[in-house]
Protein backbone atom coordinates (compact mmCIF):
# COMPACT_ATOMS: atom_id res chain seq x y z
CA UNK A 1 0.00 0.00 0.00
CA UNK A 2 1.14 3.76 -0.66
CA UNK A 3 1.88 6.22 2.25
CA UNK A 4 -0.74 8.35 -0.14
CA UNK A 5 -3.74 6.38 -0.11
CA UNK A 6 -6.06 7.04 2.11
CA UNK A 7 -8.00 3.59 1.09
CA UNK A 8 -7.18 0.42 3.05
CA UNK A 9 -8.28 -3.20 1.81
CA UNK A 10 -9.74 -5.54 3.72
CA UNK A 11 -9.50 -9.17 1.40
CA UNK A 12 -11.95 -11.54 2.79
CA UNK A 13 -11.32 -14.34 -0.13
CA UNK A 14 -10.30 -16.63 3.40
CA UNK A 15 -13.22 -15.24 6.17
CA UNK A 16 -16.51 -14.79 3.68
CA UNK A 17 -15.38 -16.57 0.83
CA UNK A 18 -14.64 -19.54 3.20
CA UNK A 19 -18.69 -19.62 3.16
CA UNK A 20 -18.89 -20.50 -0.59
CA UNK A 21 -16.77 -23.67 -0.13
CA UNK A 22 -18.48 -24.86 2.74
CA UNK A 23 -15.86 -23.48 5.25
CA UNK A 24 -12.96 -26.17 3.59
CA UNK A 25 -9.91 -24.05 2.99
CA UNK A 26 -6.97 -26.21 2.96
CA UNK A 27 -4.04 -24.77 4.57
CA UNK A 28 -1.90 -24.69 1.76
CA UNK A 29 -4.76 -22.94 -0.51
CA UNK A 30 -4.29 -20.08 2.78
CA UNK A 31 -0.94 -20.25 2.25
CA UNK A 32 -0.56 -19.30 -1.48
CA UNK A 33 -3.41 -16.48 -1.32
CA UNK A 34 -2.93 -15.09 1.92
CA UNK A 35 0.75 -14.47 0.56
CA UNK A 36 -0.19 -13.36 -2.86
CA UNK A 37 -2.59 -10.47 -1.15
CA UNK A 38 0.47 -9.80 0.98
CA UNK A 39 2.57 -9.04 -1.89
CA UNK A 40 -0.03 -7.12 -3.78
CA UNK A 41 0.00 -4.86 -1.07
CA UNK A 42 -3.94 -5.57 0.95
CA UNK A 43 -3.69 -3.58 4.36
CA UNK A 44 -4.94 -6.85 5.94
CA UNK A 45 -6.37 -10.27 4.80
CA UNK A 46 -9.60 -11.57 6.77
CA UNK A 47 -8.98 -15.32 7.82
CA UNK A 48 -11.28 -18.05 9.55
CA UNK A 49 -14.58 -19.54 9.52
CA UNK A 50 -17.31 -17.46 7.34
CA UNK A 51 -19.38 -17.40 10.69
CA UNK A 52 -16.50 -15.56 12.64
CA UNK A 53 -14.63 -17.44 15.29
CA UNK A 54 -15.89 -20.18 16.89
CA UNK A 55 -18.37 -20.37 14.64
CA UNK A 56 -17.41 -24.10 14.00
CA UNK A 57 -20.96 -26.21 14.84
CA UNK A 58 -23.59 -27.90 13.43
CA UNK A 59 -25.96 -24.72 12.67
CA UNK A 60 -23.28 -22.93 10.86
CA UNK A 61 -20.84 -25.98 9.55
CA UNK A 62 -18.23 -27.69 10.76
CA UNK A 63 -14.28 -26.44 8.76
CA UNK A 64 -11.78 -28.52 7.71
CA UNK A 65 -9.14 -26.92 9.77
CA UNK A 66 -9.77 -25.39 12.87
CA UNK A 67 -9.70 -21.09 12.59
CA UNK A 68 -6.47 -21.13 14.57
CA UNK A 69 -4.46 -23.33 12.27
CA UNK A 70 -5.59 -21.03 9.20
CA UNK A 71 -4.53 -17.59 11.56
CA UNK A 72 -1.40 -19.01 11.65
CA UNK A 73 -1.00 -19.96 8.36
CA UNK A 74 -1.91 -16.48 6.91
CA UNK A 75 0.23 -14.91 9.62
CA UNK A 76 2.96 -17.11 8.57
CA UNK A 77 3.25 -15.59 5.02
CA UNK A 78 2.51 -12.57 5.26
CA UNK A 79 5.06 -9.74 5.49
CA UNK A 80 3.18 -6.53 5.61
CA UNK A 81 -0.42 -7.23 5.94
CA UNK A 82 -2.55 -7.44 9.02
CA UNK A 83 -4.25 -10.69 9.59
CA UNK A 84 -8.02 -10.11 10.25
CA UNK A 85 -10.89 -12.21 11.97
CA UNK A 86 -14.44 -12.11 12.63
CA UNK A 87 -16.21 -12.43 15.74
CA UNK A 88 -20.44 -12.53 16.27
CA UNK A 89 -21.07 -12.06 19.66
CA UNK A 90 -23.35 -14.73 20.56
CA UNK A 91 -21.29 -16.83 18.62
CA UNK A 92 -18.08 -16.83 19.12
CA UNK A 93 -16.53 -16.02 22.84
CA UNK A 94 -13.43 -14.02 24.38
CA UNK A 95 -11.84 -17.61 24.47
CA UNK A 96 -11.86 -17.58 20.55
CA UNK A 97 -10.68 -14.38 20.20
CA UNK A 98 -8.12 -15.15 22.39
CA UNK A 99 -6.88 -18.02 20.88
CA UNK A 100 -6.92 -15.95 17.30
CA UNK A 101 -4.32 -13.13 18.77
CA UNK A 102 -2.34 -16.28 20.00
CA UNK A 103 -1.83 -17.56 16.40
CA UNK A 104 -1.18 -14.11 14.81
CA UNK A 105 -4.46 -11.92 14.30
CA UNK A 106 -3.95 -8.48 14.94
CA UNK A 107 -7.53 -6.68 13.98
CA UNK A 108 -10.88 -7.67 15.36
CA UNK A 109 -14.05 -7.20 13.31
CA UNK A 110 -16.66 -7.47 15.83
CA UNK A 111 -20.21 -8.21 13.88
CA UNK A 112 -23.77 -7.53 15.40
CA UNK A 113 -26.71 -6.83 13.33
CA UNK A 114 -27.12 -3.50 13.34
CA UNK A 115 -29.86 -2.62 15.43
CA UNK A 116 -28.20 -4.56 17.90
CA UNK A 117 -25.13 -2.69 18.16
CA UNK A 118 -24.68 -2.57 21.69
CA UNK A 119 -24.35 -6.24 22.04
CA UNK A 120 -20.85 -5.81 20.90
CA UNK A 121 -19.37 -3.31 22.97
CA UNK A 122 -18.17 -6.34 25.86
CA UNK A 123 -16.11 -7.76 22.08
CA UNK A 124 -14.74 -4.91 21.30
CA UNK A 125 -13.41 -3.90 24.81
CA UNK A 126 -12.05 -7.15 24.93
CA UNK A 127 -10.10 -6.59 21.68
CA UNK A 128 -8.85 -3.82 22.73
CA UNK A 129 -7.22 -5.33 26.06
CA UNK A 130 -5.63 -7.90 24.17
CA UNK A 131 -3.93 -5.20 22.29
CA UNK A 132 -5.88 -5.86 18.63
CA UNK A 133 -7.61 -3.12 16.36
CA UNK A 134 -11.50 -3.31 16.79
CA UNK A 135 -13.71 -2.63 14.17
CA UNK A 136 -17.15 -3.34 14.26
CA UNK A 137 -19.38 -4.85 10.92
CA UNK A 138 -22.69 -3.67 11.19
CA UNK A 139 -24.54 -6.55 9.56
CA UNK A 140 -28.16 -6.86 7.97
CA UNK A 141 -27.60 -3.02 6.98
CA UNK A 142 -30.57 -3.37 5.11
CA UNK A 143 -32.69 -2.81 8.23
CA UNK A 144 -31.64 0.99 9.21
CA UNK A 145 -31.63 3.74 7.22
CA UNK A 146 -28.54 6.37 7.77
CA UNK A 147 -29.99 7.89 10.66
CA UNK A 148 -30.17 4.47 12.33
CA UNK A 149 -26.87 3.23 11.51
CA UNK A 150 -25.36 6.47 11.88
CA UNK A 151 -26.50 5.96 15.40
CA UNK A 152 -25.20 2.40 15.31
CA UNK A 153 -22.03 3.49 14.42
CA UNK A 154 -21.24 6.47 16.99
CA UNK A 155 -22.17 4.02 19.84
CA UNK A 156 -19.64 1.24 18.76
CA UNK A 157 -16.79 4.01 18.20
CA UNK A 158 -17.33 5.58 21.96
CA UNK A 159 -17.03 2.13 23.21
CA UNK A 160 -13.23 2.01 21.14
CA UNK A 161 -14.57 1.09 17.57
CA UNK A 162 -11.83 2.45 15.39
CA UNK A 163 -13.69 1.71 12.01
CA UNK A 164 -17.30 0.88 11.66
CA UNK A 165 -18.39 -0.97 8.69
CA UNK A 166 -21.35 -0.76 6.28
CA UNK A 167 -22.30 -4.87 5.90
CA UNK A 168 -24.91 -5.61 3.37
CA UNK A 169 -25.29 -9.21 4.37
CA UNK A 170 -27.86 -9.43 2.15
CA UNK A 171 -27.02 -7.78 -0.75
CA UNK A 172 -30.32 -5.66 -0.85
CA UNK A 173 -28.86 -2.08 -0.33
CA UNK A 174 -29.17 0.12 -3.92
CA UNK A 175 -26.15 2.39 -4.54
CA UNK A 176 -28.26 5.48 -3.26
CA UNK A 177 -29.07 3.93 0.20
CA UNK A 178 -25.17 3.43 0.61
CA UNK A 179 -24.08 6.83 -0.56
CA UNK A 180 -26.76 7.98 2.17
CA UNK A 181 -25.54 5.81 4.81
CA UNK A 182 -22.03 6.39 4.32
CA UNK A 183 -22.59 10.16 4.57
CA UNK A 184 -24.13 10.37 7.74
CA UNK A 185 -22.20 7.90 9.09
CA UNK A 186 -19.04 9.92 8.02
CA UNK A 187 -20.80 12.81 9.47
CA UNK A 188 -21.53 11.34 12.92
CA UNK A 189 -18.44 9.96 13.44
CA UNK A 190 -15.32 11.60 14.55
CA UNK A 191 -12.84 12.40 11.49
CA UNK A 192 -10.28 9.70 13.53
CA UNK A 193 -13.20 6.54 13.01
CA UNK A 194 -13.27 5.26 9.68
CA UNK A 195 -16.34 3.93 7.43
CA UNK A 196 -16.12 1.12 5.37
CA UNK A 197 -18.14 -0.77 3.12
CA UNK A 198 -18.28 -4.53 2.99
CA UNK A 199 -20.94 -5.81 -0.58
CA UNK A 200 -22.59 -8.43 -1.77
CA UNK A 201 -23.08 -9.04 -5.26
CA UNK A 202 -26.88 -10.72 -4.94
CA UNK A 203 -28.19 -7.54 -6.85
CA UNK A 204 -25.12 -7.43 -9.12
CA UNK A 205 -24.27 -3.96 -7.24
CA UNK A 206 -21.58 -4.55 -5.26
CA UNK A 207 -18.95 -3.55 -7.19
CA UNK A 208 -20.95 -0.12 -8.27
CA UNK A 209 -22.19 0.45 -3.91
CA UNK A 210 -18.36 -0.12 -2.87
CA UNK A 211 -17.08 2.71 -5.71
CA UNK A 212 -19.87 5.02 -4.76
CA UNK A 213 -18.85 4.48 -0.75
CA UNK A 214 -15.72 5.69 -1.28
CA UNK A 215 -16.61 8.38 -3.26
CA UNK A 216 -18.34 9.02 0.17
CA UNK A 217 -15.52 8.64 2.57
CA UNK A 218 -15.58 5.43 3.21
CA UNK A 219 -11.72 4.24 3.76
CA UNK A 220 -12.19 0.54 4.82
CA UNK A 221 -13.55 -1.75 1.29
CA UNK A 222 -14.54 -5.75 2.10
CA UNK A 223 -13.35 -7.25 -1.17
CA UNK A 224 -12.77 -11.06 -2.54
CA UNK A 225 -11.02 -12.17 -4.76
CA UNK A 226 -13.27 -13.27 -7.99
CA UNK A 227 -15.59 -12.23 -5.39
CA UNK A 228 -15.67 -15.49 -3.71
CA UNK A 229 -18.26 -14.71 -0.96
CA UNK A 230 -21.61 -16.13 0.24
CA UNK A 231 -24.57 -15.72 -2.15
CA UNK A 232 -23.34 -14.00 -5.28
CA UNK A 233 -19.99 -13.21 -3.73
CA UNK A 234 -18.60 -10.39 -2.00
CA UNK A 235 -17.15 -7.29 -3.26
CA UNK A 236 -14.58 -8.59 -6.32
CA UNK A 237 -11.08 -7.25 -5.22
CA UNK A 238 -9.24 -6.73 -8.71
CA UNK A 239 -12.36 -5.40 -9.96
CA UNK A 240 -13.14 -2.98 -7.72
CA UNK A 241 -9.66 -2.14 -7.49
CA UNK A 242 -9.57 -1.13 -11.50
CA UNK A 243 -12.65 0.98 -11.25
CA UNK A 244 -11.12 2.91 -8.58
CA UNK A 245 -7.73 3.61 -10.24
CA UNK A 246 -9.95 3.92 -13.40
CA UNK A 247 -11.56 7.29 -10.65
CA UNK A 248 -8.29 8.39 -10.35
CA UNK A 249 -8.24 7.11 -6.76
CA UNK A 250 -4.66 5.29 -5.76
CA UNK A 251 -5.61 2.07 -4.36
CA UNK A 252 -1.73 1.44 -3.28
CA UNK A 253 -2.62 -2.28 -4.39
CA UNK A 254 -0.82 -4.22 -7.23
CA UNK A 255 -4.16 -5.09 -10.48
CA UNK A 256 -2.07 -7.80 -12.33
CA UNK A 257 -1.12 -9.60 -8.81
CA UNK A 258 -4.34 -9.62 -7.86
CA UNK A 259 -5.72 -10.53 -11.27
CA UNK A 260 -3.25 -13.48 -11.45
CA UNK A 261 -4.01 -14.50 -8.10
CA UNK A 262 -7.78 -14.49 -8.73
CA UNK A 263 -7.89 -16.76 -11.92
CA UNK A 264 -4.95 -18.91 -10.98
CA UNK A 265 -5.48 -19.74 -7.86
CA UNK A 266 -9.25 -18.99 -6.70
CA UNK A 267 -10.96 -19.71 -9.93
CA UNK A 268 -9.03 -22.48 -11.34
CA UNK A 269 -8.47 -24.55 -7.43
CA UNK A 270 -10.97 -23.11 -5.17
CA UNK A 271 -14.44 -21.91 -6.22
CA UNK A 272 -16.56 -24.88 -6.55
CA UNK A 273 -19.70 -23.75 -7.68
CA UNK A 274 -20.04 -20.24 -10.19
CA UNK A 275 -20.37 -17.37 -7.90
CA UNK A 276 -22.80 -15.26 -9.80
CA UNK A 277 -25.97 -13.79 -9.94
CA UNK A 278 -28.42 -16.34 -10.80
CA UNK A 279 -31.94 -17.13 -9.73
CA UNK A 280 -30.73 -18.28 -6.02
CA UNK A 281 -28.54 -15.48 -5.40
CA UNK A 282 -30.78 -12.90 -7.26
CA UNK A 283 -33.37 -13.76 -4.97
CA UNK A 284 -31.35 -13.65 -1.80
CA UNK A 285 -31.06 -9.73 -2.67
CA UNK A 286 -34.69 -9.36 -3.49
CA UNK A 287 -35.99 -10.77 -0.42
CA UNK A 288 -33.01 -9.69 1.63
CA UNK A 289 -32.15 -13.13 3.04
CA UNK A 290 -28.25 -13.15 3.94
CA UNK A 291 -25.96 -14.35 1.22
CA UNK A 292 -24.13 -16.86 4.22
CA UNK A 293 -27.76 -19.22 3.94
CA UNK A 294 -27.23 -19.93 0.26
CA UNK A 295 -25.66 -23.69 0.77
CA UNK A 296 -27.74 -24.24 3.93
CA UNK A 297 -30.57 -23.07 1.39
CA UNK A 298 -29.35 -25.86 -1.51
CA UNK A 299 -29.33 -28.50 1.11
CA UNK A 300 -32.76 -27.90 2.75
CA UNK A 301 -33.73 -27.85 -0.41
CA UNK A 302 -32.78 -30.91 -1.84
CA UNK A 303 -34.20 -32.67 1.66
CA UNK A 304 -37.16 -31.75 1.24
CA UNK A 305 -37.33 -31.78 -1.99
CA UNK A 306 -39.10 -27.65 -2.34
CA UNK A 307 -37.94 -25.09 -4.91
CA UNK A 308 -34.87 -23.22 -2.91
CA UNK A 309 -36.71 -20.05 -3.82
CA UNK A 310 -39.64 -20.45 -2.08
CA UNK A 311 -37.57 -21.23 1.21
CA UNK A 312 -35.71 -17.67 0.50
CA UNK A 313 -38.74 -16.13 0.09
CA UNK A 314 -40.11 -17.43 3.41
CA UNK A 315 -37.29 -16.42 5.10
CA UNK A 316 -37.47 -13.27 4.04
CA UNK A 317 -40.87 -12.73 5.25
CA UNK A 318 -39.76 -13.67 8.33
CA UNK A 319 -37.34 -11.06 8.59
CA UNK A 320 -34.46 -13.09 9.51
CA UNK A 321 -30.83 -11.74 10.43
CA UNK A 322 -27.65 -12.95 10.35
CA UNK A 323 -26.98 -16.13 12.37
CA UNK A 324 -30.20 -17.79 12.09
CA UNK A 325 -29.21 -20.66 9.78
CA UNK A 326 -31.62 -23.06 11.92
CA UNK A 327 -34.49 -21.07 10.28
CA UNK A 328 -33.99 -22.65 6.82
CA UNK A 329 -34.44 -26.03 8.45
CA UNK A 330 -37.74 -24.72 10.29
CA UNK A 331 -38.89 -23.12 7.38
CA UNK A 332 -38.49 -26.21 5.04
CA UNK A 333 -39.58 -28.75 7.48
CA UNK A 334 -42.82 -26.89 7.46
CA UNK A 335 -43.56 -25.99 3.58
CA UNK A 336 -43.01 -29.90 3.22
CA UNK A 337 -45.35 -30.81 5.64
CA UNK A 338 -47.62 -28.71 4.98
CA UNK A 339 -48.43 -26.69 7.90
CA UNK A 340 -47.32 -24.24 6.08
CA UNK A 341 -50.01 -22.16 4.87
CA UNK A 342 -49.04 -19.29 2.35
CA UNK A 343 -48.47 -19.41 -1.15
CA UNK B 1 -50.36 -26.08 55.55
CA UNK B 2 -48.94 -22.04 55.99
CA UNK B 3 -48.36 -20.44 52.81
CA UNK B 4 -44.56 -20.09 51.86
CA UNK B 5 -43.46 -16.07 52.56
CA UNK B 6 -41.34 -15.37 49.73
CA UNK B 7 -40.30 -11.53 49.09
CA UNK B 8 -39.22 -10.34 45.55
CA UNK B 9 -36.22 -8.07 45.29
CA UNK B 10 -35.93 -6.23 41.99
CA UNK B 11 -39.02 -4.33 40.63
CA UNK B 12 -37.78 -4.09 36.99
CA UNK B 13 -39.57 -6.50 34.27
CA UNK B 14 -38.49 -10.16 35.76
CA UNK B 15 -39.83 -8.68 39.32
CA UNK B 16 -42.80 -7.45 38.21
CA UNK B 17 -43.61 -10.17 35.97
CA UNK B 18 -42.54 -12.61 39.35
CA UNK B 19 -45.52 -10.69 41.37
CA UNK B 20 -48.21 -12.00 38.94
CA UNK B 21 -47.07 -15.20 38.88
CA UNK B 22 -46.64 -15.44 42.59
CA UNK B 23 -49.90 -14.11 43.49
CA UNK B 24 -51.14 -16.88 41.35
CA UNK B 25 -49.62 -19.62 43.08
CA UNK B 26 -51.42 -21.17 45.75
CA UNK B 27 -48.63 -22.15 48.19
CA UNK B 28 -46.95 -18.48 48.16
CA UNK B 29 -47.87 -15.60 50.08
CA UNK B 30 -46.11 -12.66 48.90
CA UNK B 31 -44.89 -10.58 51.85
CA UNK B 32 -42.47 -7.68 50.71
CA UNK B 33 -40.81 -6.54 47.35
CA UNK B 34 -37.42 -4.29 47.39
CA UNK B 35 -36.35 -2.01 44.55
CA UNK B 36 -33.84 0.62 44.81
CA UNK B 37 -35.34 3.27 42.36
CA UNK B 38 -38.38 5.24 43.95
CA UNK B 39 -40.07 6.40 40.70
CA UNK B 40 -39.98 2.70 39.84
CA UNK B 41 -43.14 1.56 37.92
CA UNK B 42 -42.93 -1.98 39.74
CA UNK B 43 -42.59 -0.76 43.37
CA UNK B 44 -45.59 1.82 42.73
CA UNK B 45 -47.75 -1.48 41.73
CA UNK B 46 -46.56 -3.50 44.34
CA UNK B 47 -47.32 -0.77 47.04
CA UNK B 48 -51.11 -0.38 45.15
CA UNK B 49 -51.58 -4.33 45.45
CA UNK B 50 -50.74 -3.77 49.64
CA UNK B 51 -47.46 -5.48 49.88
CA UNK B 52 -44.94 -3.94 52.31
CA UNK B 53 -42.44 -2.08 50.09
CA UNK B 54 -39.20 -0.51 50.12
CA UNK B 55 -36.87 1.36 47.91
CA UNK B 56 -33.96 1.34 50.23
CA UNK B 57 -33.36 -2.10 48.99
CA UNK B 58 -32.88 -5.89 50.36
CA UNK B 59 -31.58 -4.13 53.66
CA UNK B 60 -34.35 -2.74 54.79
CA UNK B 61 -36.85 -4.96 53.70
CA UNK B 62 -35.21 -7.13 55.90
CA UNK B 63 -35.61 -4.95 58.57
CA UNK B 64 -39.08 -4.12 58.11
CA UNK B 65 -40.46 -7.57 57.74
CA UNK B 66 -39.90 -11.21 59.51
CA UNK B 67 -40.54 -14.69 58.89
CA UNK B 68 -39.29 -14.63 54.97
CA UNK B 69 -38.94 -18.28 53.81
CA UNK B 70 -37.50 -17.47 49.95
CA UNK B 71 -36.33 -14.71 48.14
CA UNK B 72 -36.41 -14.24 44.34
CA UNK B 73 -33.45 -12.39 43.36
CA UNK B 74 -34.24 -10.30 39.99
CA UNK B 75 -31.64 -7.26 40.46
CA UNK B 76 -28.66 -8.01 38.29
CA UNK B 77 -24.99 -10.18 38.45
CA UNK B 78 -23.24 -7.49 40.36
CA UNK B 79 -26.05 -7.12 43.26
CA UNK B 80 -26.59 -11.00 43.89
CA UNK B 81 -23.37 -11.72 45.64
CA UNK B 82 -23.92 -9.47 48.51
CA UNK B 83 -28.00 -10.31 48.25
CA UNK B 84 -27.37 -13.54 48.94
CA UNK B 85 -25.15 -12.85 51.77
CA UNK B 86 -27.86 -11.46 53.39
CA UNK B 87 -29.84 -13.78 52.66
CA UNK B 88 -27.77 -16.86 53.59
CA UNK B 89 -27.28 -15.21 56.81
CA UNK B 90 -30.88 -15.46 58.20
CA UNK B 91 -31.23 -18.86 56.17
CA UNK B 92 -33.86 -17.57 53.98
CA UNK B 93 -33.86 -19.56 50.48
CA UNK B 94 -32.66 -17.92 48.07
CA UNK B 95 -33.80 -18.35 43.73
CA UNK B 96 -31.75 -16.34 41.55
CA UNK B 97 -32.52 -14.75 38.64
CA UNK B 98 -29.76 -12.72 37.63
CA UNK B 99 -26.74 -14.21 35.80
CA UNK B 100 -24.08 -14.30 38.20
CA UNK B 101 -24.25 -18.32 38.68
CA UNK B 102 -23.23 -18.99 42.59
CA UNK B 103 -25.87 -21.43 43.35
CA UNK B 104 -26.20 -24.55 42.06
CA UNK B 105 -27.56 -24.54 38.06
CA UNK B 106 -31.11 -25.89 38.28
CA UNK B 107 -33.99 -26.99 35.51
CA UNK B 108 -36.77 -27.72 37.41
CA UNK B 109 -37.95 -30.57 35.88
CA UNK B 110 -34.24 -32.46 35.06
CA UNK B 111 -32.13 -31.66 38.64
CA UNK B 112 -34.63 -29.75 41.36
CA UNK B 113 -34.69 -32.76 43.47
CA UNK B 114 -31.05 -33.21 43.93
CA UNK B 115 -30.85 -29.34 45.61
CA UNK B 116 -34.07 -29.85 47.46
CA UNK B 117 -32.18 -28.54 50.68
CA UNK B 118 -29.42 -25.64 48.70
CA UNK B 119 -30.01 -22.89 49.90
CA UNK B 120 -29.67 -20.86 47.27
CA UNK B 121 -30.38 -22.34 43.60
CA UNK B 122 -29.23 -20.20 40.32
CA UNK B 123 -32.11 -20.80 36.98
CA UNK B 124 -28.51 -19.96 34.80
CA UNK B 125 -30.03 -18.13 31.72
CA UNK B 126 -33.70 -18.34 29.79
CA UNK B 127 -31.13 -20.78 27.00
CA UNK B 128 -30.46 -23.54 29.33
CA UNK B 129 -34.09 -23.40 30.93
CA UNK B 130 -35.41 -23.96 26.90
CA UNK B 131 -33.14 -26.70 25.69
CA UNK B 132 -31.59 -28.45 28.84
CA UNK B 133 -34.61 -30.33 29.73
CA UNK B 134 -34.30 -31.67 25.21
CA UNK B 135 -30.83 -32.45 25.87
CA UNK B 136 -31.34 -34.72 28.82
CA UNK B 137 -34.52 -36.25 27.95
CA UNK B 138 -32.60 -37.42 24.52
CA UNK B 139 -29.63 -38.62 26.66
CA UNK B 140 -31.83 -41.00 29.08
CA UNK B 141 -32.22 -43.37 25.99
CA UNK B 142 -29.56 -42.84 23.77
CA UNK B 143 -26.01 -41.75 23.93
CA UNK B 144 -25.11 -38.36 23.53
CA UNK B 145 -22.10 -37.37 22.09
CA UNK B 146 -22.95 -33.60 21.65
CA UNK B 147 -25.40 -30.70 22.30
CA UNK B 148 -25.90 -27.28 20.47
CA UNK B 149 -28.50 -24.86 20.90
CA UNK B 150 -29.12 -21.94 19.09
CA UNK B 151 -32.11 -19.49 21.10
CA UNK B 152 -33.42 -16.51 18.79
CA UNK B 153 -35.28 -14.21 21.23
CA UNK B 154 -36.78 -10.88 20.35
CA UNK B 155 -34.32 -7.23 20.38
CA UNK B 156 -37.27 -6.33 22.70
CA UNK B 157 -36.91 -8.84 25.02
CA UNK B 158 -33.15 -8.52 25.38
CA UNK B 159 -32.46 -6.39 28.77
CA UNK B 160 -29.31 -4.64 30.01
CA UNK B 161 -28.13 -8.06 31.49
CA UNK B 162 -28.06 -9.96 28.23
CA UNK B 163 -26.42 -7.14 26.35
CA UNK B 164 -24.14 -6.46 28.27
CA UNK B 165 -22.63 -10.08 28.69
CA UNK B 166 -23.77 -12.36 25.84
CA UNK B 167 -20.08 -14.09 26.70
CA UNK B 168 -21.71 -15.18 29.73
CA UNK B 169 -24.76 -15.99 28.52
CA UNK B 170 -23.56 -18.45 25.74
CA UNK B 171 -20.52 -20.31 28.05
CA UNK B 172 -23.44 -20.62 30.91
CA UNK B 173 -25.81 -22.38 28.73
CA UNK B 174 -23.27 -24.56 27.21
CA UNK B 175 -21.73 -25.04 30.55
CA UNK B 176 -25.48 -26.12 32.00
CA UNK B 177 -26.32 -28.03 28.88
CA UNK B 178 -23.23 -30.57 29.67
CA UNK B 179 -23.39 -30.54 33.57
CA UNK B 180 -26.56 -30.44 33.98
CA UNK B 181 -28.08 -31.72 30.11
CA UNK B 182 -25.44 -34.51 30.71
CA UNK B 183 -24.21 -33.99 27.27
CA UNK B 184 -20.02 -34.67 27.24
CA UNK B 185 -19.35 -31.38 24.87
CA UNK B 186 -21.75 -28.90 24.23
CA UNK B 187 -22.25 -25.57 22.64
CA UNK B 188 -24.60 -22.96 22.94
CA UNK B 189 -25.64 -19.59 20.51
CA UNK B 190 -27.83 -16.80 20.88
CA UNK B 191 -28.95 -14.31 18.26
CA UNK B 192 -31.25 -11.29 19.12
CA UNK B 193 -33.91 -10.48 16.24
CA UNK B 194 -34.91 -7.26 15.78
CA UNK B 195 -38.43 -8.03 13.76
CA UNK B 196 -41.54 -6.19 14.47
CA UNK B 197 -43.83 -7.33 15.24
CA UNK B 198 -41.47 -9.18 17.60
CA UNK B 199 -41.02 -12.98 17.10
CA UNK B 200 -41.63 -15.58 19.99
CA UNK B 201 -38.22 -17.47 21.98
CA UNK B 202 -37.32 -20.15 19.43
CA UNK B 203 -34.78 -22.83 20.36
CA UNK B 204 -33.30 -24.90 17.74
CA UNK B 205 -31.21 -28.16 19.58
CA UNK B 206 -28.96 -30.07 17.68
CA UNK B 207 -28.08 -33.09 18.99
CA UNK B 208 -25.38 -35.77 18.03
CA UNK B 209 -26.97 -39.49 18.95
CA UNK B 210 -25.35 -42.96 19.10
CA UNK B 211 -27.72 -45.98 17.86
CA UNK B 212 -31.87 -45.48 18.89
CA UNK B 213 -34.88 -45.71 17.90
CA UNK B 214 -36.38 -42.94 16.22
CA UNK B 215 -39.63 -43.51 17.97
CA UNK B 216 -38.55 -43.33 21.49
CA UNK B 217 -36.65 -40.23 20.66
CA UNK B 218 -39.92 -38.63 19.37
CA UNK B 219 -41.76 -39.85 22.73
CA UNK B 220 -39.09 -38.70 24.93
CA UNK B 221 -38.87 -35.17 23.44
CA UNK B 222 -42.70 -35.12 23.59
CA UNK B 223 -42.44 -36.16 27.20
CA UNK B 224 -39.98 -33.45 28.05
CA UNK B 225 -41.83 -30.64 26.21
CA UNK B 226 -44.84 -31.31 28.56
CA UNK B 227 -42.77 -31.51 31.59
CA UNK B 228 -41.78 -28.05 30.96
CA UNK B 229 -45.49 -27.11 29.35
CA UNK B 230 -46.44 -28.09 33.06
CA UNK B 231 -45.46 -24.77 34.66
CA UNK B 232 -44.61 -22.55 30.99
CA UNK B 233 -48.03 -22.78 29.18
CA UNK B 234 -46.66 -21.56 26.03
CA UNK B 235 -43.39 -23.71 25.86
CA UNK B 236 -44.16 -26.28 22.77
CA UNK B 237 -42.85 -28.25 19.69
CA UNK B 238 -41.82 -26.35 16.47
CA UNK B 239 -41.60 -29.12 13.52
CA UNK B 240 -41.85 -32.75 14.55
CA UNK B 241 -38.13 -33.38 15.24
CA UNK B 242 -35.98 -34.55 12.77
CA UNK B 243 -33.84 -37.65 12.95
CA UNK B 244 -31.60 -38.61 10.58
CA UNK B 245 -27.81 -40.18 10.57
CA UNK B 246 -27.26 -39.86 13.86
CA UNK B 247 -28.48 -36.30 14.52
CA UNK B 248 -31.62 -35.22 16.12
CA UNK B 249 -32.72 -31.80 15.63
CA UNK B 250 -35.56 -30.47 17.80
CA UNK B 251 -37.36 -27.06 17.97
CA UNK B 252 -39.29 -25.55 20.61
CA UNK B 253 -41.04 -21.93 20.83
CA UNK B 254 -41.63 -20.38 24.05
CA UNK B 255 -45.10 -17.98 24.36
CA UNK B 256 -45.07 -16.01 26.98
CA UNK B 257 -47.94 -15.90 29.54
CA UNK B 258 -48.61 -12.63 29.37
CA UNK B 259 -48.50 -11.33 32.76
CA UNK B 260 -46.71 -8.24 33.05
CA UNK B 261 -44.22 -9.36 30.01
CA UNK B 262 -45.45 -9.20 26.92
CA UNK B 263 -46.60 -12.82 25.24
CA UNK B 264 -43.72 -12.77 22.75
CA UNK B 265 -41.10 -12.40 25.89
CA UNK B 266 -41.09 -16.44 26.09
CA UNK B 267 -37.52 -16.30 27.30
CA UNK B 268 -38.36 -13.68 30.29
CA UNK B 269 -41.59 -15.87 30.95
CA UNK B 270 -39.45 -19.32 31.16
CA UNK B 271 -37.34 -17.83 33.74
CA UNK B 272 -39.72 -15.97 36.20
CA UNK B 273 -42.32 -19.78 35.87
CA UNK B 274 -39.17 -21.88 36.22
CA UNK B 275 -38.49 -19.25 39.97
CA UNK B 276 -41.46 -20.10 41.05
CA UNK B 277 -41.84 -23.83 39.81
CA UNK B 278 -39.31 -24.02 42.40
CA UNK B 279 -40.97 -21.95 45.18
CA UNK B 280 -43.45 -23.84 44.88
CA UNK B 281 -42.09 -27.07 45.09
CA UNK B 282 -40.06 -25.63 48.46
CA UNK B 283 -43.53 -25.18 49.76
CA UNK B 284 -44.82 -28.92 48.59
CA UNK B 285 -41.43 -30.27 50.79
CA UNK B 286 -42.46 -28.51 53.64
CA UNK B 287 -45.70 -29.03 53.30
Not at chain 1, 55 to 72: K, N
Not at chain 1, 125 to 142: F, S, V
Not at chain 1, 178 to 204: D, F, K, Q, T, Y
Not at chain 1, 240 to 265: C, F, H, K, P, S
Request: charged share 20%; proline share 5%.
Amino acid sequence: MSAASPLRVVDTTLRDGSHAIAHQYAVEEVETIAAGLDHAGVWAVAVGHGDGLGASSIQYGRPRHPDRELIAAAAAVARRARIAVAILPGIGTRADLEDARDAGASVVRVSTVCTEADIGLQHLRLARDLGMTAHTHLNTAHLLGPSGLAEAARVVAEAGSEGVFIVDSAGALLTDDVRRAVAAMRAALPPEVEVGIHEHNNLSLAVANSAAAVEEGATLVDTALAGLGAGAGNCQTEALVAVLERMGIDTGVDLWTLQDLADEVVRARVMQRPITVDRLTATMGFAAVPASYLLHVVRAADRFALDPRRIIVELGERKVVVGQEDMILDVAAEMATGRHRSA
Amino acid sequence: MPALRVAIVGTGNIGTDLMAKVERTPDLELVGVAGIDPASSGLRRARERGYAVTHDGLDDLLERVDGIDLAFDATSAAAHPRHARLLADRGIMSIDLTPAGLGPPVVPPVNVAAHRDAPEVSLVTCGAQATVPIVAAVGGIADVAYAETVSTISSRSAGPGTRQNIDEFTTATADALEAIGGAPSAKAIIILNPADPPILMRNTVYLDVGPHEPEAIEAAVAEAVSGVAAYVPGYRLGSRPLIADGRVTVMVEVEGAGDHLPAYAGNLDIMTSAAVRVAALRAEDRG
